[in-house]
């Protein structure tokens, strides 16, 4: 396959369970563009064809219910000759991981490419990018919704040097107003998941999506993904004190502990000062690889 409609294919980027993303070229307006198709292939879940095709074409609806400016837009949805449906997207040039590394550690970490190795963001940075998530999601939980699967993947750069962040990926949408085939166990990201998600993905609220943010607060924060199964995360009192409030706060293993909202979480950010308190924070370098001594 060369073409998707009109799109000139370019690669094959990501393939999902029932989905795979291409980079490709509008030929009439001369510009990259993303296009997601929607192909279940053999893989094996509790959903049926049918269902997951529900869920495709509810993804597509759902971003192009927005205009936002970090959340990814949907700018048409079309079908093949065979009838599989696929929407564009406009195209983003990386995302996150791009910034701070792949979630690797131990000797993963060390046998990995530079340029795969976890690193934290400086500090302005990551706030910056924790300010955009949460205005996007914000967005999603005014409307009652929850995206249950914040992870860096899903959070796009327009650029690769200090893009704008735009939240993709809304196959596992939860909408208090429609009913969408879920699988029967529980999703999202593991090490981003919250506790009450892991339990019943289908009874959980916008604090979820705080736990998820938090998490990945850290992981900006510190350049290792925290264990958030041990209670909240607490991060160095090198950091601003909200700051580290703030992420505590988020990561509470009781839902009702968290911020409400992202809406919340936005707030807050926006209050801290970004001058850092105690001594001076020394930046994570890449881990090293220790040699053994002989003998």
Not at 11 to 39: E, M, N, W
Not at 126 to 147: C, D, E, I, T
Not at 167 to 179: E, G, Q, Y
Not at 188 to 205: K, L
Request: proline share 9%.
């Amino acid at each position: 396959m060369e073409r998707i409609g009109k799109y000139v294919i370019h690669k094959a980027a990501v393939t999902t369970g029932y989905s795979r993303i291409f980079f490709c070229q509008d030929p009439d307006l001369q510009i990259p563009v993303a296009v997601k198709i929607f192909h279940p292939g053999r893989a094996e879940g509790p959903l049926s064809p049918a269902q997951l095709l529900a869920r495709f074409l509810a993804e597509a609806r759902l971003l192009a219910a927005f205009d936002h400016p970090y959340i990814v837009a949907v700018k048409t949805l079309e079908h093949l000759d065979d009838g599989r449906p696929y929407f564009v997207m406009p195209y983003q040039g990386a995302h996150l991981a791009y910034e701070m590394g792949k979630d690797l550690s131990g000797d993963a970490a060390l046998g990995a490419d530079e340029r795969d190795r976890p690193r934290r963001l400086p500090l302005g940075r990551a706030v910056g990018l924790l300010k955009q998530l949460s205005s996007a999601l914000a967005a999603l939980h005014r409307r009652g919704w929850v995206h249950r699967c914040v992870k860096p993947s899903n959070l796009l750069l327009s650029a690769r040097e200090g893009g704008a962040l735009k939240l993709a990926d809304f196959s596992m949408v939860k909408l208090p107003d429609r009913n969408l085939p879920m699988p029967d166990h529980w999703i999202g990201a593991p090490e981003y998941c919250a506790p009450e998600q892991r339990e019943n993905a289908t009874a959980v609220g916008p604090q979820a999506d705080v736990f998820s943010l938090g998490v990945l607060a850290a992981r900006m924060l510190t350049g290792v993904v925290p264990d958030a199964s041990l209670g909240a995360v607490q991060l160095s009192d090198d950091l601003p004190a909200p700051l580290v409030e703030l992420v505590a706060a988020a990561t509470a293993p009781d839902p009702t502990l968290r911020p409400a909202h992202a809406g919340v979480v936005l707030q807050r950010l926006d209050s801290i000062s970004l001058q850092r308190v105690g001594k001076p924070v020394v930046e994570i370098s890449p881990p090293r690889r220790v040699q053994a001594p002989a003998g």
